[in-house]
């Protein structure tokens, strides 16, 4: 499960700390020193980990512990809230047009995920009776489309394809005219992915974003490639201004690293996070809740 490792260590270096009254400079950067550890372990990029460090020690240092509470429970409290705040705070939403529909573009490399979520999340918008349009725009692996109208089939939410002959660009265009046509008030846009991040797909991402003028960007990413995910984040987002990530497959061994850094380092809030391969697997994204679950 991700983040056992972190939890239990975390856990262990607050049991160790024994001051009472104020939280002293030793103590605290005993603590923060395995704090440190843990979450450069756990893949946090080194620089998030360095800030999150520096914050924690200004406000523990000096802290007063109250007689019901032992040190580690008032840092483990510190930690808590930096944590929720580096991961963005409060949850981020989804974006919901004032004159719909909504168009949410998926992008993504190959494998990430990309045409899961968007079936995940056009289940989600129908389970909050929305009607939501799948659009695929992924002409260039194999099987995609088919992929989508699968999924589609067995979601009963409708797919706009036109095969893999016609630019994406101009499927995309078509589909979100068909979508004004049919009353679906939100579009869900499944661009093509690459094995890597290249100038043709950029190109053709940014052409996409150009015709329909996505409400939402999402980048999806693999959490279990770590920092990997958190530099495929920063291009997409230099590129393509990202509105938000979401984070899939935090249901193998990720160690977090990921789901820890993609904020701090882009500026983009992580929207949803999907831990499955099933079509409910995806849920709304909460920073406090993720921190809580880090802190076990
Ligand atoms: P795309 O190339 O980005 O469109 O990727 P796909 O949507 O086809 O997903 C690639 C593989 O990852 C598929 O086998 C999915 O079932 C799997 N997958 C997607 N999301 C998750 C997840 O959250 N957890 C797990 N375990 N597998 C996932």
């Keep these: 499960m991700a983040f056992e490792g972190l939890a239990n260590r975390l856990q262990n270096v607050f049991g160790k700390l024994r001051s009472k009254g104020k939280l002293s400079e030793e103590d605290v950067g005993e603590a923060l020193r395995e704090v440190r550890l843990a979450l450069l372990e756990a893949d946090v990029n080194f620089k998030v980990v360095k800030d999150f460090i520096a914050k924690v020690r200004e406000q523990a240092v000096g802290q007063e512990v109250m007689k019901s509470f032992t040190p580690g429970m008032v840092v483990i409290d510190i930690v808590n809230k930096e944590l929720t705040a580096l991961m963005g705070g409060t949850q981020s939403k989804l974006a919901r ?120 960007i999402l980048l999806v990413v693999d959490a279990m490639t770590g920092q990997d995910a958190v530099n495929v984040a920063e291009s997409f987002h230099k590129q393509l201004e990202l509105t938000g990530v979401v984070l899939t497959k935090l249901d193998g061994d990720t160690r977090g690293g990921a789901a820890l850094s993609v904020k701090a380092v882009t500026g983009c809030p992580i929207k949803f996070a999907a831990s499955g391969e099933k079509m409910d697997a995806l849920e709304p994204f909460f920073p406090d809740r993720m921190a809580s679950r880090i802190l076990g």
Excluded: W
């Excluded at 109208?149 to 101009?170: C, S, T």
């Excluded at 890597?196 to 940014?206: N, P, R, S, V």
């Design 97 to 216: 047009s004032n004159r719909p529909p909504t168009v949410i573009m998926m992008a993504g490399l190959q494998g990430a995920g990309k045409t899961t979520s968007s079936g995940k999340l056009a289940k989600m918008l129908q389970k909050q009776n929305h009607r939501p349009l799948m659009v695929a725009c992924d002409i260039y692996r194999p099987a995609a489309i088919k992929q989508l109208q699968v999924l589609g089939e067995q979601l009963k939410v409708p797919v706009f394809a036109m095969g893999d002959q016609v630019n994406p660009v101009d499927i995309a265009k078509a589909g979100l005219q068909h979508a004004k046509d049919n009353g679906n008030d939100y579009v869900i846009i499944d661009t093509a992915g690459r094995l890597h991040i290249d100038e043709a797909l950029m190109d053709e991402l940014k052409n996409v974003r150009e015709a329909v003028q996505p409400d939402e």
